[in-house]
T-cell receptor
Framework: SQQGEEDPQALSIQEGENATMNCSYK?????LQWYRQNSGRGLVHLIL?????REKHSGRLRVTLDTSKKSSSLLITASRAADTASYFC??????????????FGQGTILTVHP | DAGVIQSPRHEVTEMGQEVTLRCKPI?????LFWYRQTMMRGLELLIY????????DSGMPEDRFSAKMPNASFSTLKIQPSEPRDSAVYFC????????????FGNGTRLTVT
């Protein structure tokens, strides 16, 4: 398996603004997942994008994937204070002994000020 | 569905003591993962099981750590003897077999070793 690297490490915005987080990875993937972690809680799955997809939407979330650049971005539109959390990407290349295995980077800490 | 259930929620113990962390995965999930999260090292994958069989334990830090999955609905992570550097939040997660299936995390056990 491989680990994604999120950028920036921290992001601070005002409520109502958009938040963009980026993820880079090193080798080919089958899919990439984004997770959110609220303080003191476990990670929660947000969205999955497959390698043959370029963009995916879910509510206020928009994920893009550029396999040629080995990068993905997560956009949260019209942010709310409740979006304050850490965000992690998890690239996955299923197969062999790494099937199902996900590893995580340090994440992006997003703070949304009311 | 109650989700992934971990116990205890908090554990405080003295150095040298044995610590056992418990996890009940979501019913029907084939994969079970143990992660450790610290500020310094982020979220580390320790070990994962498929159909109760350990697949990859390369993340287990040393022989003091052991994990078992005696049946599909229960897993334990044991540290014996515990050391202060083991202080962290330990997460259990489970998922289905299908490629790209999201991980469902428990809310973790916060371990403090004094």
């Amino acid at each position: 398996s491989q680990q994604g690297e999120e950028d920036p490490q921290a992001l601070s915005i005002q409520e109502g603004e958009n938040a963009t987080m980026n993820c880079s990875y090193k080798t080919s993937i089958n899919n990439l997942q984004w997770y959110r972690q609220n303080s003191g809680r476990g990670l929660v799955h947000l969205i999955l994008i497959r390698s043959n997809e370029r963009e995916k939407h879910s509510g206020r979330l928009r994920v893009t994937l550029d396999t040629s650049k080995k990068s993905s971005s997560l956009l949260i539109t019209a942010s709310r204070a409740a979006d304050t959390a850490s965000y992690f990407c998890a690239p996955s290349n299923a197969g062999g002994t790494s099937y199902g295995k996900l590893t995580f980077g340090q994440g992006t800490i997003l703070t949304v000020h009311p | 569905d109650a989700g992934v259930i971990q116990s205890p929620r908090h554990e405080v113990t003295e150095m040298g003591q044995e610590v056992t962390l418990r996890c009940k995965p979501i019913s029907g999930h084939d994969y079970l993962f143990w992660y450790r999260q610290t500020m310094m090292r982020g979220l580390e994958l320790l070990i994962y099981f498929n159909n109760n069989v350990p697949i990859d334990d390369s993340g287990m830090p040393e022989d003091r750590f052991s994990a078992k999955m005696p049946n599909a609905s229960f897993s334990t992570l044991k540290i014996q003897p515990s050391e202060p550097r083991d202080s962290a939040v330990y997460f259990c997660a489970s998922s289905l077999t299908q490629a790209g299936s999201p991980l469902h995390f428990g809310n973790g056990t916060r371990l403090t070793v004094t």
